[in-house]
């Protein structure tokens, strides 16, 4: 993986730009750690850092290519999976390549295809690529949104980057936060309104669009959507379906060049991927494959069994490596390392995130990275096969607001009355809701039970699942380790979409279709385990410590939140409350310590980027 920055303008002025790129690629260093490149035209700034993953030699970037007497270049983020029947197509075309990275293929088939080129990636992406002759940028990203992609225009500048802080170290893009913004913190974060940058006038490209900046015009254009139609095969045939379509993107993603590993939780999805990678490994002689698994120290004192949680990880690890063989690696997490890094995965994901569930995905990721540069991980399962409790609970069913979000009264206590007035938070939010129901697909004459279960799946893979992969992404590329999602195939995704419900619960369980697949596969108690999350720390100290650094802040008289908040609310809120959280105020994880996590890293990030209220 890597990070890409750049801008296009009237006219490029070196060396003075040349500065300006080369601070702003380098606040994507650890994206790639590798190395770094950078390309300019009169019109055209682009940069590059690198990790190296397939064809160290051959892939460096930007790459340069002439077809004629036109140059195309591109900066590159991402993974196409597809490369070897892409690089035979155009091979028959009468391409040559240089080398056998997937940048050449994907820059070549835009010098063939054109635009178009999208529709035939499968892989995780977002890429520039500028036309010299043409005098244009195309750019794109993913279908699941997996690799990240912002943008900006400033006069006649277009402006883009893997992270926003790329794009606020261009002196035309200013930490500037208005209304919507605040509402995206306060009332909807750690989750965020797709294609919104939070900062102003700062947007995100969303999953499957492309857009084109040419003669300063700027157009987008989706090329890929779920389509929804009657689902015509029988259980039998859905089931090898979606086996083999997992087994397939497992096997494709596992091509490298560098060392590959899974995360193991123990859980069905990872216990798949790792079955699938490890029966991989044995057939093409690699030796054993290794998993990671992550817990907390002190966890088996503290752990508290809940809905959202049902059991802990620790027995379930070693029943699955011990069935695969593995080499398996234990990461353990202290409390004062996770609160020490609370901020630096703030700073990874230039926003307020998920507290811990991020900081401990972070050191977890740091450990890996000794041993390993690529890893594959189950995220999006839940998404695509209904694992989550509010796809079954009728209550959450019938909502009618974010059934991970159902807390905004509460939250809204918490927030100053001048900013609860003007971000109206309860408004905001079913404004942003009503707005994802009305772009979901449709189809005709469906059972409105059967409806509304597809409205649930639609807004938890563009909102949930896209939080959790911007978590994935920051906090494995804070790293330099490449973290792949199988899950994430857009082929399993498109047929799994239209599955209808009793198949894909068969049996009235949780993912039961994935469970039918995967038979033969896992242990039959591995198969039957009940679904538990990316694991967090119960430990007392947590609560105890970030409950201090909440009180810290309200007793400094300088801390940026205080002008936003309700100080008396927040106060009584830290000294009373407790981890007894009737229910999380987002997600499956986040009860009380991480609200005063959250509410710190508000505060660390209004600090941090010089936050401009507007």
């Given at each position: 993986?890597c ?17 300006l790129l ?11 750690p590798?190395a ?7 019109r ?5 850092r690198?990790?190296?993953v397939v064809?160290p ?10 077809q004629?007497d ?27 390549f240089?080398g ?5 293929v ?10 178009a080129?999208?529709?035939k ?13 043409e ?6 990203r993913?279908?699941?949104g ?8 400033r006069g006649?500048a277009?402006i883009?980057?893997?992270?926003l ?18 509402a995206?913190?306060?009332?909807l974060g750690?989750?965020r ?14 999953p499957?669009y492309?857009?084109?900046f040419k003669?300063d015009?700027?157009?987008?254009r989706?090329?890929w ?15 090898n ?6 087994e397939?993107?497992i ?9 590959v ?8 999805d ?5 079955a ?11 030796g ?21 949680q ?16 593995s080499?398996?690696?234990?990461v ?15 700073l990874?994901?230039?926003l ?6 991020d ?8 450990e ?9 991980s ?6 695509v096969?209904g694992?989550?409790?509010w796809?079954?609970r009728?209550?959450?069913?019938n909502?009618?607001t ?7 009264r509460e ?11 003007t ?13 994802t ?20 799946f ?9 939080t ?22 857009h ?7 239209n599955v ?5 619960n ?11 697949a995967l038979?033969?596969v896992?242990?039959?108690?591995v ?6 999350p990316?694991?967090k ?7 105890s410590?970030?409950?201090n650094?909440l ?8 801390s ?7 100080v008396?609310?927040v106060r009584s ?13 987002f997600g499956?994880?986040m009860?009380g ?18 936050v401009?209220?507007?």
């Open positions: 993986m990070g890409i920055a750049g801008w296009v303008d009237r006219e490029i002025q070196l060396p003075r730009d040349r500065v080369e601070a702003m690629t380098a606040t994507l260093s650890n994206r790639g590798d770094e490149g950078y390309w300019y035209s009169s055209a700034a682009l940069g590059h690198r990790l190296s064809d030699a051959g892939g460096t970037q930007p790459m340069v290519r002439t004629g036109k140059t195309y270049v591109i900066v590159y983020n991402g993974e196409l999976y597809n490369t070897p029947e892409l690089r035979r197509q155009l091979e028959y075309r009468g391409y040559i240089r056998h990275s997937d940048t050449e994907l820059l070549t088939s835009y010098i063939e295809w054109g635009p080129c999208v529709e990636f499968n892989g995780i992406f977002a890429f520039g690529i500028w036309s010299e002759a005098q244009s940028l195309f750019m794109a993913d279908r699941m997996v690799k990240p992609l912002f943008y900006a225009r006649n277009f883009f980057g893997s992270e802080k790329a794009l606020l170290a261009h002196p035309l893009v200013k930490p500037e936060v208005a209304a919507d913004g605040l995206e913190i306060f009332a750690p989750a309104t797709p294609g919104h940058g939070v900062f102003k006038d700062v947007y995100e490209l969303r499957g492309s857009l084109m003669d015009t700027l157009s987008i989706r090329y959507s779920l389509v929804s139609r009657p689902h015509e095969d029988d259980l039998y045939t859905t089931v379906k979606v086996r083999e379509l997992l397939d993107s096997s494709r993603q596992l091509v490298a060049d560098v060392p590993c899974t995360f193991l939780s123990g859980g069905l990872s216990s798949a991927l790792s699938f990678a490890a029966d991989a490994y044995k057939k093409q002689g690699l054993p494959l290794h998993t990671y698994s992550v817990d907390y120290v002190d966890n088996d004192r503290y752990f508290k069994a809940s809905a959202f049902p059991n802990a990880d620790a027995p379930w690890v070693k029943r699955m490596s011990d069935f695969l063989g080499q398996h690696h234990y353990f997490l202290d409390t004062p390392k996770l609160v020490e890094s609370l901020k630096i995965a703030m990874a994901r230039d307020p995130g998920m507290a811990d569930v900081a401990s995905l972070y050191l977890f990721c740091r890996i990275k000794k041993g390993a540069t690529v890893a594959l189950g995220e999006c399962a839940d998404e096969f694992g989550y409790p796809f079954h009728e209550e959450d069913l909502a009618n974010f059934p991970w979000s159902q807390s905004i939250r809204t206590l918490l927030l100053s009355p001048e900013l609860a007035h971000i109206k938070p309860e408004d905001y939010a079913a404004a942003r809701y009503r707005e129901l009305a772009e979901v697909p449709k189809l005709p004459g469906e059972d409105p039970l059967e409806a509304r279960r597809r409205e649930m639609y807004l938890n893979m563009v909102w949930f699942m896209q959790l992969l911007d978590r994935k992404d920051r906090m494995s590329m804070a790293t330099g380790l490449e973290v792949r999602v199988p899950f994430c195939d082929r399993l995704v498109e047929y799994v979409w209808p419900w009793f198949m894909k068969f049996n009235g369980r949780e993912k039961g279709l994935l469970r039918l038979a033969g896992l242990p039959e108690d198969l039957e385990r009940r679904k538990s990316y694991p720390t119960h430990n007392p100290a947590y609560l410590a970030v409950r650094l009180l810290n802040i309200l007793n400094e008289p300088s940026p939140m205080l002008q936003l908040i309700n008396d609310a809120m830290a000294q009373f409350t407790d981890d007894g959280f009737s229910r999380p105020w499956q994880l009860t310590p991480q609200l005063f996590a959250y509410l710190y890293q508000v505060n660390a990030w209004l600090k941090a980027y010089n401009v209220i507007k």
